[in-house]
């Protein structure tokens, strides 16, 4: 990848986009979710351990080569991202959940996502490359993980009403930004990418599909209202892959446009794929209010 690219670009778009996280948060957001720890524990817990666990499993079944197998368990471990609050608020979910969900998410990701990483960087390559266990790099995802988010949390209370008006055109930039990082990614591997698409386009599909659905009904089943499920199926279902995109093609990180590639993919198919959860859902939510109406 082109240097300029990506030690200069690729920061810079991440940086954006954890701006609007930022500005768009406030301290009661964290206070917030002290109200529901259930379900907040079971969001969670579904996004550090199960989802993990869940693309290991497709991995070890789809037997990719092990960069696009590193580049998929760096996907599972990256958080949810900015575009979960867009969608849930296209399908009536709890938008100040998921806005809640992505800072915490975010944090927690700084231990959770080198961690994984350089577990499936020695499980699957084993040439010495890590990421977790180096701090200078845990630093650096620290840095473009929490920093902007500050910045962005500061003005927002320095300055509210302007930080308002900058959020839905940051939400917006972040879109256009998603989508240039990942025709980056694709054009560095023009060459490769009907092959990689072979080998990863399924399991970053199921992967997908598996994410958005353990998204709605695990909080459903211990009785969390629809509004909140709804957040948590685009939160769980959509992750952050300008992250994921940004450690991997870094040349102060991993340097792997191959690694990079699920994230790329999946990029691009979670846009429908939450487009058409949302449809499905908002229909159920029509049909069980008609017959919520009928029985009284």
């Known amino acids: 990848m082109d240097s300029t690219i990506a030690t200069i670009a690729l920061p810079a778009a991440l940086a954006i986009i954890m701006l609007g996280l930022g500005l768009s948060l406030t301290l009661a957001d964290f206070t917030r979710l002290i109200r529901v ?3 907040v524990a079971l969001i969670l817990g579904c996004q550090i351990i199960l989802l993990p666990l869940i693309c290991f499993g497709l991995v070890l079944l789809f037997q990719p080569p092990p960069a696009l197998a590193v580049g998929m368990m760096l996907l599972a471990a990256s958080p949810g991202g900015t575009t979960a609050s867009l969608y849930s608020h296209l399908f009536r979910g709890n938008v100040a959940l998921n806005i809640s969900l992505t800072a915490l998410n975010s944090l927690t990701a700084m231990v959770t996502l080198p961690l994984i990483t350089n577990l499936s960087l020695a499980y699957f390559m084993s040439d010495g490359d890590t990421l977790g266990l180096q701090a200078d790099k845990v630093l650096q995802v620290f840095a ?3 920093i902007p988010v500050a910045i962005g949390m500061l003005i927002r209370a320095k300055a509210e009403s302007f930080a308002l008006r900058m959020e839905k055109p940051v939400k917006i930039a972040s879109v256009f930004v998603l989508f240039g990082v990942i025709a980056v990614a694709v054009y560095q591997e023009l060459d490769n990418i009907g092959d990689y698409i072979v080998s990863v386009g399924l399991m970053v599909l ?7 659905v353990i998204g709605y009904w695990a909080p459903r089943l211990i009785g969390t209202g629809r509004p909140e499920s709804i957040a ?6 959509l ?3 300008t992250l994921s995109l940004a450690i991997a093609l870094s040349p102060a990180l991993l340097n792997s446009t191959e690694i990079a590639i699920p994230s790329a993919v999946y ?6 794929t939450a487009a058409a959860t949302g449809v499905l859902l908002a229909r159920r939510s029509a049909r069980e209010d008609v ?3 009928g029985a009284n």
């Open 37 to 39: 720890p259930g379900t």
């Open 206 to 212: 199921l992967f997908n599909i598996a994410g958005l």
């Open 291 to 293: 017959v919520r109406e």
């Open 144 to 146: 473009i993980i929490l």
């Open 239 to 241: 992750h952050n892959t």
């Open 267 to 272: 990029g691009v198919l979670m846009f429908f």
């Open 232 to 237: 948590s199926c685009m939160e769980i279902g």
